[in-house]
């Protein structure tokens, strides 16, 4: 290939390589221009996050100084405040008195903050393969193939693929049985065939279930809205202040260098925080709107506790829907309009890119139950002849702990891939062959 070597390529470009892109701009305007050789792709035709969940009034889970840069650089032109300013609303929020913005405002920041970035980014294509390129016997390169059909070379990865939607083995997505990845526009594509009195069925126990259950319910003032869950009622989460400590950038250190099953105990104790919880304030919301509909005997909103979809069967005009009670034993049946999977989400094998056992897959070490090993700086481990850096942004919860996958630590993770980088970049390497 005729085209210089890459210093990092970013394959995909959500926030996670959207705050290491700000990271690679700020260090080349601090360096006169000078520095790296940067290619960000993403396979979407333009920026976007979590498009399908940006519901009216929802709010964010984590503060506004959780930013794309803040807690790397508090004097950054891309931070949530700098896009308040620019926008003319800094005086608006202030007064607003709250941290949390809604999710709509920072998916606007964050569209911001993509449209200022100076590193080349290509939209609409995606990497399919990364293989390894010899020199001297050392894999210093990698030729990343993408869907355009033009291909790169590279010294640095960063993986930031994103993750992948969950659906229970038992159902199969189709026009009527949705996931809340793509949720607002599934509905609106469903909106002009439901009935006057639709039913719908939320099946998931944490945020996003009961941010769906509500709107559903708001939207449309006939509906019945069956909410599905395994638990006896929607956990709180945890946000208390010494709780979310574990989301600090020094837990990070504490949770690397900790034994693994300490790290294991750690998720666990604190689970709550992120998983399978829901925010207090819309659990009383929920609460009083059942509360209150069975005090005026017209109930729309349903909630099925400690229960399970047993069977969901879809035909031309709509599903039906098996409900158990786990503790009883009894089944409900249900004639829907929608079902919509809240069921979270599921990480993709880091590796796939790599080509599995095939490929460069195959130096890559692994802990006793096959998940792979990340140093502090988040690369990969690998082979000793294998020089090239594959860090990965995200899936890195069992090595660097809950916040590997959330916004909280995006803007130090940032600035320590980009340390990492530039040390892989001025190394020593051998005479290219």
Not at 61 to 72: E, I, W, Y
Not at 167 to 191: M, N, Q
Not at 404 to 418: D, F, K, M, T, W
Not at 421 to 433: D, I, S
Request: net charge neutral; aromatic share 6%; glycine share 10%.
């Amino acid at each position: 290939m005729s085209a210089p070597v890459l210093d990092l390529l970013g394959v995909g470009f959500g926030p996670a390589n959207l705050a290491l892109a700000l990271a690679v701009d700020e260090h080349r305007a601090a360096t006169g221009g000078a520095g790296l050789r940067t290619l960000f792709v993403e396979r979407q035709p333009g920026f976007g996050w979590h498009r399908g969940m940006l519901l009216p009034g929802a709010t964010m889970q984590v503060s506004f100084l959780k930013d794309l840069v803040t807690q790397r650089n508090p004097t950054s032109g891309a931070s949530f405040v700098a896009y308040l300013h620019e926008r003319g609303r800094l005086a608006d929020f202030v007064n607003a008195r709250t941290f949390y913005p809604t999710r709509l405002e920072f998916h606007d920041y964050l569209q911001w903050a993509a449209d200022r970035v100076r590193c080349p980014v290509r939209y609409g294509t995606e990497v399919t393969a990364l293989h390894p390129v010899r020199r001297g016997g050392r894999v210093e390169l990698l030729e990343a193939e993408l869907s355009d059909g033009t291909g790169v070379l590279t010294r640095s990865v960063s993986l930031a693929t994103g993750l992948r939607p969950r659906v229970p083995r038992s159902l199969r997505t189709g026009a009527r049985v949705r996931h809340t990845a793509t949720f607002l526009p599934d509905l609106a594509a469903l909106e002009p065939v439901l009935p006057p009195e639709p039913v719908f069925v939320v099946l998931g126990g944490g945020q996003s279930a009961a941010e769906v259950v509500q709107h559903l319910h708001a939207r449309y003032p006939r509906a019945r809205v069956h909410s599905v869950f395994r638990s006896f009622g929607f956990s709180p989460a945890d946000d208390s202040p010494f709780a979310n400590r574990v989301f600090d950038p020094g837990a990070v250190d504490e949770f690397h260098t900790a034994p693994g099953g300490v790290r294991e105990e750690l998720l666990r104790r604190h689970a709550g925080t992120n998983y399978s919880v829901v925010d207090l304030d819309l659990i009383q919301d929920l609460y009083r709107t059942e509360y209150a509909e069975k005090v005026a005997g017209t109930a729309r909103l349903h909630l099925h506790r400690a229960s399970e979809l047993l069977q969901v069967r879809e035909d031309g005009d709509g599903l039906d829907v098996a409900v158990a009670e786990r503790t009883s034993g009894l089944v409900r049946r249900l004639r829907a309009d929608l079902l919509v999977c809240a069921t979270g989400y599921e990480h993709p094998d880091p590796t796939a890119l790599l080509g599995g056992p095939q490929g460069l897959g195959a130096a890559v070490h692994r802990d006793d139950d096959g998940r792979v090993l990340v140093t502090r700086d988040h690369r990969l481990v690998t082979d000793p002849d294998v020089t090239c850096a594959v860090h990965l942004l995200g899936g890195t919860e069992h090595t660097h702990g809950l916040s590997s996958s959330l916004l909280s630590n995006a803007a130090p993770r940032a600035g320590e891939v980009l340390e990492s980088v530039l040390r892989h970049a001025r190394a020593p390497r051998a005479v290219p062959a």
